[in-house]
């Protein structure tokens, strides 16, 4: 399969999934500030998280759209999943003491089992489509420079 259609077609699934939950969260401001409240997080923390969390995952979208900025989007997509993935973790484990409610919208329809699965799959995409992104890098920096070697721009001793 070519390797520039599993990189597209896994930020696409990204940016629905960033977009979606960044404007659930936004839409609906006191709710979702009503569930930060019942996370185990310190005291205050409801307040940044207010507005670090959607305004994050929007600009993961935005790195993620344009093709310039898409590595650096894909990097913020791996980070923000495995962030995700490692706080179900800890809720599963019982590491707060108790098992908060879930997060808004269809994702709190999900058990947090279910919800482990669904991280660990997107955070395993966001990953794979890094590593693609990388090598595809690599390899068209790979030609350019063997190209440049064969027209004799590079290397020839001519200049």
Not at 45 to 50: P, Q, T
Not at 105 to 129: C, D, K, Q, S
Request: glycine share 6%; aromatic share 10%; proline share 3%.
């Amino acid at each position: 399969m070519n390797k520039k259609l599993v990189i597209e077609g896994i930020t696409a699934l990204l940016i629905l999934l960033f977009l979606y939950t960044a404007l659930s969260k936004l839409l609906d401001l006191q709710a979702f500030r009503g569930q930060l409240v019942l996370q185990p997080f310190p005291a205050g923390w409801e307040s940044v998280l207010l507005w670090a969390l959607p305004l994050t995952e929007l600009l993961a979208c935005t790195l993620l759209f344009f093709p310039r900025t898409r590595l650096q989007g894909l990097y913020l997509a791996s980070l923000l999943m495995s962030v995700f993935t490692l706080y179900v973790a800890l809720v599963l484990t019982r590491a707060f003491g108790y098992i908060p409610c879930s997060c808004g919208g269809v994702l709190e329809r999900m058990n947090w089992e279910t919800h482990l699965v669904f991280n660990v799959v997107f955070l395993a995409l966001a990953i794979t489509a890094t590593i693609l992104h990388k090598r595809s890098d690599q390899q068209a920096l790979h030609v350019q420079t063997t190209a440049g070697l064969f027209n004799g721009k590079e290397g020839s001793g001519r200049e």
